[in-house]
């Protein structure tokens, strides 16, 4: 997790063996894992929260399959978690709480 304690990140990947462009049509065939984040990529993330005044987004990329290039498609301020603590196990709602108590 990450360096400061007002900021953790997790890598999650989820993949999916679909033909459609829309990867909520085959729901079931997402298989989820948990990725390491490159600490470039970590950095961006947190200059991005601190440029924003923000202490909470999901970014959303894009890795190419052979891992050799990322595209950056949002930062959700309000991003949905809890799904992916079932589909994964890790402790989101326990880090979000720490946040929380921390304001």
Same mark, same amino acid.
């Not at 440029?51 to 950056?72: P, Q």
């Not at 498609?73 to 994964?88: A, F, P, R, V």
């Given at each position: 997790?990450?360096?400061?304690?007002?900021?953790?990140?997790?890598?999650?990947?989820?993949?999916?063996?679909?033909?459609?462009?829309?990867?909520?049509?085959?729901?079931?065939?997402?298989?989820?894992?948990?990725?390491?984040?490159?600490?470039?990529?970590?950095?961006?993330?947190?200059?991005? !929260? $601190? @440029?924003?005044?923000?202490?909470?987004? *999901?970014?959303?990329?894009?890795?190419?399959?052979?891992?050799?290039?990322?595209?950056?498609?949002?930062?959700?301020?309000?991003?949905?978690?809890?799904?992916?603590? !079932? $589909? @994964?196990?890790?402790?989101?709602?326990? *880090?979000?709480?720490?946040?929380?108590?921390?304001?």
């Amino acid at each position: 997790m990450g360096a400061s304690p007002l900021c953790q990140s997790v890598g999650l990947c989820a993949c999916i063996d679909s033909p459609h462009l829309d990867w909520r049509r085959d729901y079931d065939l997402v298989r989820y894992s948990v990725i390491d984040t490159p600490s470039e990529v970590v950095d961006a993330c947190h200059r991005y !929260l $601190e @440029t924003f005044g923000l202490v909470f987004g *999901a970014f959303d990329f894009g890795i190419r399959e052979d891992d050799e290039g990322r595209a950056w498609y949002e930062c959700n301020t309000g991003g949905q978690w809890h799904w992916l603590e !079932l $589909e @994964t196990g890790l402790p989101m709602t326990s *880090a979000i709480a720490d946040l929380l108590e921390m304001k």
